[in-house]
Structures are given as structure tokens and as C-alpha cells.
């Protein structure tokens, strides 16, 4: 599968909103467990890398005149930098995670905590496991919803439940790509890049006929995690190792500002994962 066409939007027809993110410092961050087929616990992280790749990213969103939330790292929870993770907030409610795998079970709490001091609305916990950001990503005034290796799909009811806007269910069916924010990227409120094969059959036909303009990837941008990445509308920022996505982006007359995460990567995140967008109420989602 090669990148489609893409018709070029004018960048001053772009309209870019300053965000909220929260991030978490990768102060705790090693592979000492395996829960996704990138982690290997025999495979040395530099933590101080970690931390000076993670510091650029958060120095990039301030510098796009976006604002941080930190929340405060745990010990024990060397995942916890994937702060993608820790929730969803959208529709004027925030949902707590519960995750799949006990090694990360205690960061549900960490961050449902977190996140009912921020302003966020109410914080709703549900029956399903869910990942947060890392399987529902807003897109305009829907919600495009994973499932397949991490979040149930009865937890995409519940959120459409509870937010009020459409969930579309998509299963994701290769175990490389076990949160749906590796393999689409939200590039603003209706456009998506996307990997299809990463998909089951059906998701595919939903995706195609939602998206019919869609940026097309492959495998080669999906697996240096290319389409994990975060935009306002108008700067996309994404890592370094995907330059020909990043092609196909800045055709779409997106700005791409590319960052180097890759100690992060040996946890099987990237950039996305380390951002937890705030939609606070009375700001539009
Ligand atoms: N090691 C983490 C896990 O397997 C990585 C999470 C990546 N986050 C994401 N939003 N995709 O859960």
C-alpha cells in the first residue's frame, strides 16, 4: 500500500487551537516486563535519554504555544510515561482507565486521581478494560474507538454513553499495533492518516467510507510508530523516522515538526502516546 493523493488544504485555511496536554516525566520509565511485542526486557534503556527526548517533546508543545500538565510520576510504573493512556477526556467528562495487563493496573487510580483535580468534569469509571487516548481518538465530534488487544468493545459503549458522541468501533487485528493510536493519526477535526492492514476487514470498509480522503500509510511509517503522533490543526508534531508520511502530511499543507523519540520506543510508544489531550469544558473537543 503506497500514501494516496491528499488534497491540499491551504495552511491558512487551517485553524489551529492551543491545547492542554498532560505528560508524564519518564523519570521511572525501564522495559523490565514485556506486555507488547516491542518491549524487550534484555534491551538496555537510557534513562536519561529518555528523559531529554521526552523534555524536547514537551519543550515543543510550549514552544507551539500549547500548555502542559504534568502529572507526577509513580515508582513502580515504568509505563506511566505514556500518559495516552491514562484517560479519555471528551463531551465534557473524563474516563478513567482500566488497563489490561496488572503491570500497569495501579496507573488507573494514579491518573483517575489526577484528573479529578484538573478540571476535567466529572471523572466516570467503567465496567470494561479501556485504555484512554490510547484507543478512543476524538475526531471532530466523533470518537473512532479500538479494540482487538487492549480496550473492550463494551467499554465503547459505555463512552458513547457517557459523552455523547458517536463511538465508531474499529478491531485492530495485528498484535504490533495493539492501541488503535498506532496506526491513526487525528490530523484535525476531519482528516485521519491510517495503516488498513492493521485493521480487521470491516473496520476497513468503515474507515474507507469515512474517510475516503484519508492519507494512506504502510507498514514502513507505522512501524517506527509514524502515525503516533499529535496535531493542532495546523503543526503536526511526529518523530523523525518516518519521513515519507511526513511527506505525504506536509502536502496535506500541514506543518510537520519532527522529534526523536526513540528510547521510547523500546516501551512500544511514541509520541502520541506520551500526550493525554485536556479537552476542558467550554473548550471545543
Ligand atoms: N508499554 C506500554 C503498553 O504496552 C506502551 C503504551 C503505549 N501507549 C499508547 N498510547 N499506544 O501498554
Known amino acids: 500500500m503506497t500514501i494516496t493523493d491528499f488534497a491540499p488544504t491551504p495552511m491558512r485555511e ?7 496536554y498532560a505528560m508524564t516525566t519518564p523519570t521511572h520509565f525501564e522495559v523490565n516486563y514485556s506486555i507488547n511485542p516491542w518491549m524487550d526486557p534484555s ?26 500538565d504534568l502529572v507526577p510520576a509513580e515508582p513502580g510504573l ?3 510515561v505514556y500518559a495516552a493512556n491514562g484517560g479519555l477526556v471528551a463531551g465534557g467528562v473524563a474516563i478513567a482507565a482500566r488497563f489490561r495487563h496488572a503491570e500497569r493496573r495501579a496507573e488507573g487510580p494514579a491518573y483517575a486521581a489526577w484528573l479529578a483535580g484538573a478540571a476535567v468534569g466529572p471523572v466516570h469509571h467503567l465496567d470494561g478494560i479501556n485504555e484512554g ?41 495485528d498484535p504490533r499495533y495493539y492501541h488503535l493510536d498506532t496506526v491513526i493519526a487525528v490530523l484535525d477535526d476531519h482528516t485521519i492518516a491510517y495503516h488498513p492492514a492493521a485493521f480487521s476487514t470491516a473496520a476497513q470498509d468503515t474507515l474507507a467510507t469515512l474517510y475516503p480522503d484519508a492519507i494512506v500509510a504502510d ?34 499543507g500541514v506543518s510537520v515538526i519532527e522529534v526523536d523519540l526513540s528510547e521510547l520506543l523500546k516501551g512500544g510508544g511514541g509520541i502520541k502516546c506520551c500526550t493525554l489531550e485536556l479537552r476542558r469544558t467550554g473548550t471545543p473537543s
Open 14 to 20: 487551517r485553524i489551529s487551537r492551543p491545547r492542554t
Open 43 to 68: 534491551i538496555e534503556v537510557d534513562n536519561s535519554l529518555a528523559l531529554e527526548q521526552w523534555e524536547r517533546l514537551r519543550r515543543t508543545y510550549l514552544d507551539l504555544g500549547h500548555t502542559v
Open 78 to 80: 515504568p509505563d506511566m
Open 133 to 173: 487516548e490510547g484507543d478512543f481518538l476524538v475526531v471532530g465530534d466523533r470518537i473512532l474507538a479500538g479494540s482487538g488487544f487492549r480496550t473492550d468493545p463494551v467499554a465503547h459503549e459505555q463512552v458513547r454513553r457517557l459523552t455523547g458522541m458517536p463511538v465508531i468501533s474499529l478491531e485492530l487485528v
Open 219 to 252: 507498514d514502513a511509517d507505522a512501524i517506527v510508530l509514524g502515525l503516533n503522533l499529535v496535531s493542532d490543526g495546523r503543526n503536526v508534531v511526529m518523530t523523525d523516522a518516518a519521513p515519507r508520511l511526513a511527506a505525504a502530511i506536509t502536502g496535506a
